[in-house]
């Protein structure tokens, strides 16, 4: 009898921990895999990346995991709402809540400079990278 009231401990703290990381997982962080070179040196192909999901502060500077084109991707943010960039040759302004993101391997990056419609929105933004 003792061994089940020790094995029913067991599986319960199993279970608690299960979903303990599975909220981790699902909620606050999110493990990704840079799968090219676009974001070399920064992040060499086969990355692993942890995101924040929490954030919700994204400026300059920061790498983002987003979704663009029913796909997952990592960029660096280099203009945020109501900075200019330069596209095409023409002025544009980054609109209100929206930002304008580039690979750091600008020789292999397909990104805000390609796309038709060049800038990412806040609600796209799955998590900041953090490490």
Partial sequence: MKWLKQSRKQIVLVVAVTITVTILLKIVFLIGYVPSESMEPTLPKG?????????????????????????????????????????????????KGCFYVVGDNLDNSYDSRYWEEPFIHRKDIIAKVIF
């Fill in 47 to 95: 990355s692993l990346v942890i995101g924040y999901r929490l954030c919700s502060e994204y400026g300059v500077g920061d790498i983002i995991i987003f979704s663009h084109a029913n796909k997952l991707l990592v960029k660096r943010i280099i203009a945020a709402e109501g900075d200019f960039v330069v596209k095409d040759g023409v002025k544009k302004l980054v609109p």
